[in-house]
């Protein structure tokens, strides 16, 4: 029978904070040639901002649960959370490209303990036996970033200047501070031990779940990336933030499917979403030139691949029981690697002279060779 009890009001303010961060993830992809312009910088230099931000999520972690482990949990989170408005707000007053690049890093470092330790706290507001749900509903906080933060930010700039998105993130996150403040409890976790939490990452059973969050992200982040690309030869521009809106939605429809099967069968959901991503993926190839059949596997992408996330979060603190933070905290680095590997596997096949189809082709395979890994793990 499905679980129907709602969750702790805890678990949606640690979504609603995720949201606001995540925000700023997707935010500067759309307003990245009037960020250049205003800092006098190349396109492609002004990405390396998204770079930045992505490299202090994939490192800042794991260093920040160590660092965390003996704080309360609330403290940790309302720390991350300032940090990271403080260092959106600094980059933003200071107007200058090399300062702007030090803060996102640093946002990101901060974005990712938040993270990881928002993960931990969620599992620890529920019975075991909704752990997934739990997860499922705090990173969709990230989905909704995705189909609304972003866009809405983007709008906002456009509105302002580039800096108005971010402004708004800054006040969301600075409410989301106060949140947490008001709404979760001051506990700490039991008997923080570094050493225990260092025992659990040899465990080969966890590795292995980290190199499935590595394959299966990037096997759908590959497509997501390029989907603007592929859309442009088949729709009008002005549909084209609809149907990527369309991602999200079916993002957030999967982490509640997701969520509510993966407490009892991991498994079904993990092979589930894998086989769908292999399925939509290679479907999107075939069908690359007719937007009938484009627009709605961009939706059952999204579901597919968002089934996956709270099962991955389950076996990592079932694997990890003993020592979640710092286990937790790799999770995240793991999903950010997955996303930052997305550009070099799609720039070698376009350096090649391969078309904008063969894309969804690289997402097929890389889901192919996550499978394997995923029959591998039989202690559910």
Same mark, same amino acid.
């Given at each position: ?21 995540g925000?700023?993830e ?8 009037s ?10 230099? %002004? ?5 930045a931000? =992505?490299?202090? !999520?994939? &490192?800042?972690?794991?260093?920040f #649960?160590?660092? @965390? *482990?003996?704080?309360?949990?609330r403290?940790a989170?309302?720390?991350t959370?300032?940090?990271f408005?403080a ?8 107007d200058?490209?090399?300062t ?5 890093f640093?946002a990101?470092l901060?974005?990712?303990g938040?993270f990881?330790?928002a993960?931990?706290?969620a599992?620890s ?7 997934a749900r ?15 933060g972003?866009p809405?930010?983007?709008?906002l700039?456009?509105?302002t200047d580039w800096?108005?998105g971010?402004?708004?993130?800054? %006040? ?6 106060? =949140?947490?403040? !008001?709404? &979760?409890?001051?506990?700490?976790? #039991?008997a923080p @031990? *570094? ?10 059973r ?7 969050t ?10 997501f ?7 442009a030869?088949?729709?009008p ?11 999200g939605i079916?993002a957030?429809a999967g982490?509640?499917?997701?969520g509510?099967?993966?407490d ?9 979403g ?18 009938w059949v484009?627009v ?7 579901v =597919?691949a968002f089934v ?8 990592v603190?079932?694997?990890?029981a ?7 905290a ?5 999903f950010?690697?997955?996303i930052?590997?997305?550009p070099?596997?799609?720039?070698g ?9 063969v ?6 395979a890389l ?14």
């Open positions: 029978m499905i679980e129907t009890q709602r969750l702790p009001i805890g678990v949606y303010l640690l979504s609603f904070s995720l949201f606001a961060m925000s700023a997707f935010l500067m992809a759309g307003v990245l040639p960020a250049a312009a205003d800092l006098g910088v190349s396109l492609s230099s %002004a990405g390396a901002l998204i770079t931000f =992505a490299l202090g !999520v994939v &490192l800042g972690g794991p260093p #649960a160590v660092l @965390s *482990l003996k704080w309360p949990r403290t989170l309302m720390i959370q300032a940090v408005a260092a959106i707000a600094t980059g933003l007053l200071a200058d490209y090399w702007l690049m030090v803060t996102r640093v990101g901060a974005y990712a938040f990881a330790v993960a931990v706290t599992i507001l529920v019975t075991p036996d909704r752990n739990a997860s499922g509903v705090v990173v969709a906080g990230l989905s909704v970033a995705m189909v609304a972003g809405a930010g983007t709008l700039s456009n509105l800096t108005g971010f402004w708004g993130v800054v %006040a969301l996150t600075v409410l989301g501070v106060v =949140a947490c403040a !008001v709404g &979760l409890p001051a506990t700490a976790s #039991a @031990s *570094l050493s225990g939490e260092v025992r659990a990452l040899r465990s080969w966890l590795w292995g779940v980290y190199a499935v590595i394959l299966s992200t990037a096997a759908y982040m590959v497509s990336n390029y989907l603007s690309a592929m859309l030869d088949v729709l521009a002005v549909w084209i933030p609809a149907v990527l809106a369309l991602f079916g957030f982490l509640s499917v997701g509510r099967i993966s009892r069968r991991p498994r079904h959901a993990l092979l589930g894998v086989l769908g991503i292999v399925v939509f993926s290679a479907l999107l190839a075939l069908f690359a030139d007719s937007a484009v709605p596997l961009v939706f059952l992408l999204g =597919a996956i996330n709270p099962a991955l979060y389950g076996r603190f079932t694997i990890a003993s020592a979640p933070t710092l286990a937790g790799t999770t995240v680095s793991a950010q690697l997955g930052s590997l997305t070099a596997f799609a720039a096949a376009l350096d090649l002279g391969a078309s904008l189809s894309i969804p082709w690289i997402g097929a889901a192919l060779v996550t499978i394997p890994l995923v029959l591998m793990d039989r202690n559910h």
